[in-house]
């Protein structure tokens, strides 16, 4: 597990703290921390779907070169 302290991370948690003071300012220091780490989770996950269909098509198309190599291409 990958533990991170980032502007989200203080948003929520200056958000907490700020809450006895003003609550308008506090849920909106909490939504943008919120919304912050849900974008990096996207993010971040939509990097690692791309890198896992690269080498899927590297590894299809090494199998591929396999099978014509001792299959005999056919034109």
Same mark, same amino acid.
């Given at each position: 597990?990958?533990?991170?302290?980032?502007?989200?991370?203080?948003? /929520?948690?200056?958000?907490?703290?700020i809450y006895?003071?003003?609550?308008?300012?506090? @849920?909106?220091?909490?939504? =943008? $921390?919120?919304?912050?780490?849900i974008f990096?989770? /996207?993010?971040?996950?939509?990097?690692?779907?791309?890198?896992?269909?690269?080498?899927? @098509?590297?590894?299809?198309? =090494? $199998?591929n070169a396999?099978?014509?190599?001792?299959?005999?291409?056919?034109?």
């Open positions: 597990m990958d533990i991170k302290i980032g502007m989200p991370e203080i948003l /929520v948690v200056f958000a907490f703290v006895s003071q003003s609550f308008t300012f506090s @849920a909106i220091a909490f939504c =943008l $921390g919120l919304l912050g780490r990096s989770y /996207v993010l971040n996950y939509s990097i690692e779907m791309k890198k896992a269909e690269a080498v899927n @098509a590297n590894i299809d198309d =090494l $199998g396999f099978k014509d190599l001792f299959n005999g291409k056919k034109d």
